[in-house]
T-cell receptor, first 110, second 114 residues
Framework: SQKIEQNSEALNIQEGKTATLTCNYTNYSPAYLQWYRQDPGRGPVFLLL???NEKEKRKERLKVTFDTTLKQSLFHITASQPADSATYLC?????????WGAGTKLIIKP | ETGVTQSPTHLIKTRGQQVTLRCSSQSGHNTVSWYQQALGQGPQFIFQ???????GRGNFPPRFSGLQFPNYSSELNVNALELDDSALYLCASSLDASGRETQYFGPGTRLLVL
């Protein structure tokens, strides 16, 4: 069955450093991959979408890579700030249905 | 804010009861998807409605049903509640049903089944 893995342990990063989150998947060939941010008690907020034929996408301090051979996406936040602390979810799709990872909790320490 | 609202914010029910959760999508968004999110897990796709018709369904039993109305509102109904139905229920609206458009999530309804 399809499986998506994100680091289950919280990731602690010093303010100003680059945070890198990983999303690995198996038994799936997604047409696109999305990253979302979720704060406690709130719904996910869309950040970036990358398609299967794209290697990299950037938006301000965010960068996403998508390696369909390794079946992996990396999500980078440069110059991290305490306000970036949240849970980050990756979601894979092929058509209308998204399959979600469990998320990685990111903590940026001042 | 995403412009997507959900009600109620919290709800407590007992096993066997029925519940209706409501969602108001962004104006102009003809697609709404519903998700169940257990604590510490990612959202699980329940179903999607496109122009008032069910467009796709995840691995949820028929006691989970929905409706979408012309005024961009929708409902999720759950019959014969079970303890495992306790979760955060999220709705998300988007411009179309392709999956490639951004999904805008509401804040969710937290359901507790006792």
């Amino acid at each position: 069955s399809q499986k998506i893995e994100q680091n289950s342990e919280a990731l602690n990063i010093q303010e100003g450093k680059t945070a890198t989150l990983t999303c690995n998947y198996t038994n799936y060939s997604p047409a696109y991959l999305q990253w979302y941010r979720q704060d406690p008690g709130r719904g996910p907020v869309f950040l970036l979408l990358i398609r299967e034929n794209e290697k990299e996408k950037r938006k301000e301090r965010l960068k996403v890579t998508f390696d369909t051979t390794l079946k992996q996406s990396l999500f980078h936040i440069t110059a991290s700030q305490p306000a970036d602390s949240a849970t980050y979810l990756c979601a894979l799709g092929s058509g209308y249905q998204l399959i979600w990872g469990a998320g990685t909790k990111l903590i940026i320490k001042p | 804010e995403t412009g997507v609202t959900q009600s109620p914010t919290h709800l407590i029910k007992t096993r066997g009861q029925q519940v209706t959760l409501r969602c108001s999508s962004q104006s102009g968004h003809n697609t709404v998807s519903w998700y169940q999110q257990a604590l510490g897990q990612g959202p699980q796709f329940i179903f999607q409605y496109y122009r008032e018709e069910e467009n796709g369904r995840g691995n949820f039993p028929p006691r989970f049903s929905g409706l979408q109305f012309p005024n961009y509102s929708s409902e999720l109904n759950v019959n014969a509640l079970e303890l495992d139905d306790s979760a955060l229920y999220l709705c998300a609206s988007s411009l179309d049903a392709s999956g490639r458009e951004t999904q805008y999530f509401g804040p969710g309804t937290r359901l507790l089944v006792l």
